[in-house]
């Protein structure tokens, strides 16, 4: 082990440049939206200078970045992650498509196309999500009813072509919602305002054809090896993944209480990976960080385990932050401690699974609590260190000073 690099982005801010904003127009990367995960510059600027790292790991995978990047590089990259859809939705955008398979899923779609633009198709039920109708109007849901019949109805089950077809379909899904996600996390458009020209013009068909067309551009760009996307908990990354590796590079969950479970509901919940808000929340719990749901009240009884290192930076904050005069200071105190906890288990796991050169790089969010900022590069620092790792540094906020320090 030895070297460790952390960069901070400064979540309160916009960080265009190193998140997924650079990525909607990069072929696979640009498939579908998670607001936190970083670009593809990010990642391959740090390859550039490790082509040694022959085995890659991210065992924070969420929609594939890192290992997708590597495979692009002619590395072996290797994502972990503990959200279903994400492991499915990586595994579709890590394969190999032959020419043949991509004309199939064209042709394909063209049927599909004119099939679901008759209101008389069959349809699949609405998903159970809760107030549907603040996600989809009755128009678009029926469309999308239809539509999801349609693929279903032309494709086999696990089947490439499939497969392309629902990552088109899911694409679709967020056009037409209400949903919003212009910032840190999905919101809902004002259905008060009238609509606009485009809205009143649109043609779902259409919309789905060029879906479709941006999948199958991506698809035929194959990546040189296939990556690996495994499912599993990151809190004991030795107990799911049984090679080791030259590099880590990954962003873990931020400590700001984002619920990635609240924004892939649309495409969980249409692909059949949830059924109701009782496990929606419980997902949530299991993944680190989530506050959805049950996960809050879950959260208020937590009590630490006792065992996990707890640096000094780190308890100055949760006495800042639990401090009596701060509404839900106890509750916050016990988000951002669980919160380490599993950090904890995590990097004092992660070294079995590491080659003994090998170099880490976690990118790492900020938040702050009332008035404590919660320095997390100087927690992951004094954790990384406990477990042995030397030459730490961590960069800041700009992407240049960032890529000046590899
Ligand atoms: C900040 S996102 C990573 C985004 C990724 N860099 C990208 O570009 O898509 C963090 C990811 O960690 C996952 N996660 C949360 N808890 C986990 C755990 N215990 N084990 C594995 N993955 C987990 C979340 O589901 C989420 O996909």
Known sequence: MTTSLTTTLDTRKQNAH????????SGRHGWLRLTPAYSVPLVSNILDDHKYAAKVLDPFSGTGTTALCAAYMGLRGTGLEI?????????????QFSPATIENARSLGAVIAVASSSGGAPAVDPPPIHNIERWWNDEDLRFLCRLKACILDTSEEGCDE???LLVAFCR?????SNAAFNHQSMSFKDTNKSPTLFELQRDNADIF????SLVLNGAADNPRIEPTVVTGDARQPSRFLHDKFDMLITSPPYPNRMSYIRELRPYMYWLGFLTNGRD??????QAIGGTWGAATSRLAAWEPSGKAFTPTTLKKSLTGISDPKNDNGKLLANYVAKYFED???????ISAILNRDSEVHYIVGNSTFYATLLPVEEIFKAMLQEVGWALIRHAGLTVEEFLDLL
Not at 209 to 212: A, D, G, Q, T, V
Not at 343 to 349: A, C, G, N, T, V
């Open 18 to 25: 190193l998140t997924f904003k650079h990525n909607r127009h």
């Open 83 to 95: 959200n279903p859809f994400l492991v499915w939705f990586s595994s579709v955008k890590f394969r």
């Open 162 to 164: 499939r497969d392309l």
């Open 172 to 176: 679709v899904v967020i056009t037409l």
């Open 209 to 212: 054809r060029k879906e479709l």
């Open 280 to 285: 929606a929340s419980e997902y949530d719990w």
């Open 343 to 349: 950090m904890w288990s995590h990097i004092s796991d």
